[in-house]
């Protein structure tokens, strides 16, 4: 299952990101402040709706969003 990756402490919270997610996954909010006293976005997929299309990761000035397109569960 695809899924992102905020670096929180990279993130300005430009929310570049916000309108390129086509599942409406990744947040403004002013939960918690960053490194550099700033809000950085919040990706939230309950559902596992992300598709890992990279969208929000093309777009984000900083670098600051990792995809991943298979998440590996750890075996027991």
């Known amino acids: 299952m695809p ?25 403004n909010t002013k939960a918690k402040l960053n490194k550099r006293g700033l809000y950085p976005v919040e990706y939230v997929d309950p559902d596992g709706k992300c598709t890992g299309c990279r969208l929000c ?9 990792r995809v991943y397109k298979e998440v590996k569960k750890k075996s027991a």
């Open 3 to 27: 899924m992102i990756e905020i670096l929180d402490d990279a993130c300005k919270g430009c929310l570049l990101c916000v309108p390129a997610c086509p599942h409406e996954l990744i947040h």
């Open 57 to 65: 990761a093309i777009v984000c000035p900083d670098a600051a969003i």
